[in-house]
Nanobody, 117 residues
Framework: QVQLVESGGGLVQPGDSLRLSCKAS????????MNWVRQAPGKRLEWVST????????YYADSVKDRFSISRDNAKSTLHLQMNNLKFEDTAVYYC??????????RGQGTQVTVSS
């Protein structure tokens, strides 16, 4: 079955950087569009970024554009999210999901990102 294991979160200060990873298994990772989504306390799940199956194109929410960068290593079935210039409002649990239905497809346990001074 689909398994997604997110890692790399932590407690950082505004302006810092983090790199999240998502190790995928149980499906043909290289054939699937992949996403990062996040959920802040008391808020709805929010789409962050999507990358095409071959990595040819990437898309970002306006709130993270020019600060975050999504990438993938199909040989290792791993998805990454490089997050630079982190802001308080980036605090959330971050998840990776597969396919077009980013809100309803399977997620892992997530990784907590906390931006605090």
């Amino acid at each position: 079955q689909v398994q997604l294991v997110e890692s790399g979160g932590g407690l950082v200060q505004p302006g810092d950087s983090l790199r999240l990873s998502c190790k995928a298994s149980g499906f043909a990772f290289e054939l699937w569009k992949m996403n990062w989504v996040r959920q802040a306390p008391g808020k709805r799940l929010e789409w962050v970024s999507t990358i095409e199956s071959d990595g040819s194109n990437a898309y970002y929410a306006d709130s993270v554009k020019d600060r975050f960068s999504i990438s993938r290593d199909n040989a290792k079935s791993t998805l990454h999210l490089q997050m630079n210039n982190l802001k308080f409002e980036d605090t959330a649990v971050y998840y990776c999901t597969q396919g077009t239905n980013w809100a309803t497809s399977a997620r892992g346990q997530g990784t907590q990102v906390t931006v605090s001074s």
